[in-house]
């Protein structure tokens, strides 16, 4: 099977490792001359919206997919005139913008922080006024990583806050003081199939994702699972989605979603019986399902600006480097490494090995 993936970042790339053992090829178009997922499948250099390149690769493959939601919903539109895309456009439609993800929650009787759909400063001031502080003005679309937010502590933090933002469509929402952040992957395949993997306990920087663990019986994985369930029902949707909580006395409120494979989930290409990845090439691609069962204890380390040595990475027992060939940028995630280990204590301490390289 020939699988066509949109955006040809390190998810990407990580899809078409997982693809290959099991006879896949695959053909990306992204605009980057560098994308570091080219060397493993065809290349097409084109924009999202190449309409040309677009048909070519509709022509090419057997069905499509996209590794980051920043993608037009419109491309999935026009793809799936020609041919299967999994997920489907109003996934992604509804995942790109925060306001509709908000807005699907609150229909599907899903627990939010306080939220309100912010066009001008004015309306920036009423939100500000009806939610009050602190609170987090982000961006409806495009925002990730940290960037695309900013936090307003104090009424000062509020003036020309919308402008600062680029004076775009943003939403306003209700600072919540959380105990914990978590993230569920979960997966569905064409036949409705759905899988689960353990929840992750997920420690961010800067806004920027740093450190992923895998839980074990965690308390609320049944009460994460019954809220994914109903997006992904109704969503109709096919293949792997994440979906980032905070942890509030006792519960969960939804954060957001992703319609697609997550850095949340790297822990599951040593850690579980069949990773995220091949998950959702098995989901698109109409196969059975695979286990999302742990092996062992796993835990994920980003690596931001730069990747350690890998001589260094190599030399700590149970750890497996992850480099994604991405030039090395302040910010930017260029790899990662998984731990797994056979008991908790030892995972701890594997994690501190690997988080001494990058201080």
């Known amino acids: 099977?020939?699988?066509?993936?949109?955006?040809?970042?390190?998810?990407?790339?990580?899809?078409?490792?997982?693809?290959?053992?099991?006879g896949q090829d695959f053909v990306f178009l992204d605009p980057a001359t560098d994308a570091c997922a080219a060397a493993l499948g065809e290349h097409l250099c084109a924009g999202y919206d190449d309409r040309e390149q677009l048909r070519r690769l509709a022509e090419d493959v057997d069905v499509v997919t996209f590794e980051f939601e920043n993608v037009p919903a419109e491309t999935v539109d026009f793809l799936a005139q020609y041919v299967p895309v999994y997920p489907n456009a109003e996934s992604l439609r509804i995942a790109r913008d925060r306001w509709f993800e908000k807005s699907m929650f609150q229909e599907l009787d899903i627990p939010t922080p306080a939220f309100a759909d912010v066009l001008s400063q004015v309306e920036l001031e009423s939100a500000v006024q009806l939610i009050g502080l602190p609170a987090v003005l982000k961006t409806r679309t495009m925002g990730y990583d940290g960037k695309g937010q900013k936090v307003l502590r104090q009424p000062q933090d509020v003036a020309d806050a919308f402008a600062e933002l680029g004076c775009v469509p943003c939403i306003l929402e209700g600072f919540v003081p959380f105990t914990g952040e978590v993230s569920l992957i979960a997966v569905r395949g064409r036949d409705g199939d759905t899988r689960f993997y353990p929840l992750v306990h997920n420690t961010h920087k800067d806004g920027i994702l740093r450190l992923s663990v895998a839980s074990n019986a965690h308390p609320l994985q049944a009460q994460?699972?019954?809220?994914?369930?109903?997006?992904l029902d109704k969503l109709n949707y096919v293949g792997v989605?994440?979906?980032?909580?905070?942890?509030?006395?006792g519960g969960l409120k939804?954060?957001?979603?992703?319609?697609?494979?997550?850095?949340?989930?790297?822990w599951t290409i040593e850690g579980a019986e069949c990773s995220q990845f091949e998950n959702h090439l098995r989901a698109i691609a109409g196969l059975p399902l695979g286990s999302t069962a742990k092996v062992g204890q796993s835990a994920m380390i980003n690596f931001i600006g730069e990747v350690p040595a890998i001589s260094k990475l190599a030399?700590?027992?149970d750890c497996h480097p992850h480099h994604y060939g991405k030039a090395f940028k302040p910010g930017r995630k260029v790899g990662h490494a998984t731990v797994r280990c056979a008991d908790s204590a030892s995972l701890q301490s594997r994690i501190a090995e690997v988080q001494a390289l990058t201080d």
């Open 241 to 249: 989605l994440a979906f980032e909580f905070f942890e509030i006395d």
């Open 1 to 22: 099977m020939k699988i066509g993936i949109i955006g040809a970042g390190q998810l990407g790339r990580m899809l078409a490792l997982a693809g290959t053992p099991l």
């Open 315 to 317: 030399a700590i027992a």
């Open 254 to 266: 939804a954060n957001e979603i992703a319609p697609r494979v997550h850095n949340s989930g790297h």
């Open 224 to 231: 994460a699972e019954n809220y994914a369930l109903r997006v």
